[in-house]
């Protein structure tokens, strides 16, 4: 098993550019939940989702977008960054059922110019 | 809402030794799940111990140990025999029991570093 991956790793963009990023688990989880860290702040949701089809808004999720088509994807999007979207993006997943925990995908840094 | 504080940002331990991260929450659930992770250097965060509410008795994992205070709304993290390996960002982080979002909701973190 791979796990959770993320895909890219890094990535640079000018202001105002979009680009998606893509969180794959490999373990049949349920629910899956994207969260951003920011130096001093923690980790903090920006959506998740509890199956195929259906999203729901976390704690900061003004600029992003996102989907999940397929039970093992789910994608985050930028429409059109901003320097303030300047992160690291932290994918994770768990099992339906109320004793397990997330598992995190390693992250993706974000840099918006 | 429920809200995770870490109040100390930076911590020093001389390897082989024992260190205690301090970690306080507010809820007016009676039912929830309190965590620690650990976050390297290469940013993958690792679960490093998990408590359930309702269990009284302190979960245990080797050389990690928690001083879970119900009542008093803390959740301290001890690492005995500190190893080189432990450096790493910890962040306490609790999640409500039932519901289909299980959200987690993270501290701020605390920064380890251990002295050789």
């Known amino acids: 098993n791979a796990g959770v991956t993320q895909t890219p790793k890094f990535r640079v963009l000018k202001t105002g550019q979009s680009m998606t990023l893509l969180c794959a688990q490999d373990?049949?989880?349920?629910?899956m939940y994207w969260y951003r860290q920011d130096p001093g702040m923690g980790l903090r949701l920006i959506h998740y989702?509890?199956?195929?089809?259906?999203?729901a808004k976390g704690e900061v999720p003004d600029g992003y977008n996102v989907s999940r088509l397929k039970k093992q994807n789910f994608l985050l999007g930028l429409e059109s960054a901003a320097p303030s979207q300047t992160s690291v993006y932290f994918c994770a997943s768990r099992p339906h059922g109320e004793t397990y925990e997330q598992y995190f995908g390693p992250g993706t840094r974000l840099t918006v110019t | 809402a429920q809200t995770v504080t870490q109040s100390q940002p930076e911590m020093s331990v001389q390897e082989a030794e024992t260190v205690t991260l301090s970690c306080t929450y507010d809820?007016?659930?009676?039912?929830?799940?309190l965590f620690w992770y650990k976050q390297p250097p290469s940013r993958q965060m690792i679960l490093v111990i998990r408590q359930e509410a309702y269990k009284q008795q302190n979960a245990t994992e080797n050389r990690f140990s928690v001083n879970f205070q119900k009542a008093a709304k803390s959740f301290s993290l001890k690492i005995s025999d500190s190893q080189l390996g432990d450096a790493a960002m910890y962040f306490c982080a609790y999640r409500n029991y039932g519901g289909a979002t299980n959200k987690l909701i993270f501290g701020t973190g605390t920064l380890l570093a251990v002295q050789p």
């Open positions: 373990m049949n989880h349920e629910y």
């Open positions: 989702s509890v199956g195929e089809g259906t999203t």
């Open positions: 809820t007016s659930e009676s039912d929830y799940y």
